[in-house]
């Protein structure tokens, strides 16, 4: 059995991928979000939070060979927990990173973390829309009410974020819902809907849309606030899904 952390668009590939090596694939994702994780026979899912725990009960219940951890460039808490279960109970570990974007022309500022983004993004005094997720909402909305720029979030339609944006005290009229990534097209809707003038959004790669949203920028005349990603990438990652098969093919 071969376990992999998912709840990311590569999550289809890489499971269809390795279940066509002729091995079961368990995907495991935080959330019961709508997911493809692909038709292939040899392919389940659970979902639901695990701690270190949870995931070696997990390991040694479904005699799991190699843990897969192709979850959020941004989930570090994820990758340690699971890179810790992993040397507890000496199964490999084997991280998929998607390739970060890199952009040196001075088209984006770049920001070391969300409390540095958010000073940055409200600093201009124009609209901001929050393209990051809803986990860390808290250092936007304080900058919002600090400086009385108005403030909006695309995030998942799903409780916990509907319950995040509460916390973090955005009204209904703040809170747009969809899953992403979005196109040039809709990033371009909703900045002519809330009058955008800074997009803030997270180093996430190609497939989590921020070429769209750089280029939406560009043409609206928009800045653009990314926040790097955090920590070191695991000695054992690789960035195509034929690099990490191989790999698990190699272990198992």
Do not use: W
């Amino acid at each position: 059995m071969i376990l992999l952390l998912g709840g990311t668009r590569e999550t289809r590939p890489i499971a269809e991928a390795l279940a066509r090596t002729g091995g079961k694939v368990l995907v495991s994702t935080a959330t019961d979000n709508e997911l493809d994780i692909g038709a292939h026979p040899n392919i389940s899912r659970r979902a639901g939070r695990l701690g270190e725990e949870g995931i070696v009960s997990l390991i040694r219940e479904k005699g799991v060979r190699v843990i897969v951890d192709a979850t959020h460039p941004f989930a570090v808490i994820v990758h340690e927990t699971a890179r810790n279960s992993a040397q507890m109970t000496g199964v490999p570990y084997l991280r998929f990173e998607r390739p970060a974007m890199e952009y040196g022309d001075g088209s984006v500022i770049y920001a070391e973390n969300h409390d540095e983004a958010a000073i940055t993004a409200f600093s201009f005094g124009k609209p901001v829309l929050l393209t990051t997720g809803s986990r860390h909402l808290l250092p936007y909305t304080v900058q919002s009410r600090a400086t009385g720029v108005p403030v909006a979030a695309r995030v998942l339609a799903h409780p916990e974020s509907v319950e995040a944006c509460k916390r973090a005290g955005l009204a209904d009229s703040q809170v747009i819902f969809g899953r992403g990534p979005f196109s040039v097209d809709e990033n371009l809707d909703v900045i002519k809907r809330f009058n955008i003038g800074t997009i803030v959004t997270k180093d996430s790669g190609a497939s989590g849309g921020v070429p769209e949203k750089v280029e939406s920028a560009r043409i609206a005349g928009c800045r653009i606030v990314i926040v790097k990603r955090p920590g070191t990438i695991s000695p054992l990652s690789f960035g195509t899904v034929e690099a990490l098969v191989a790999e698990v093919l190699r272990r198992n």
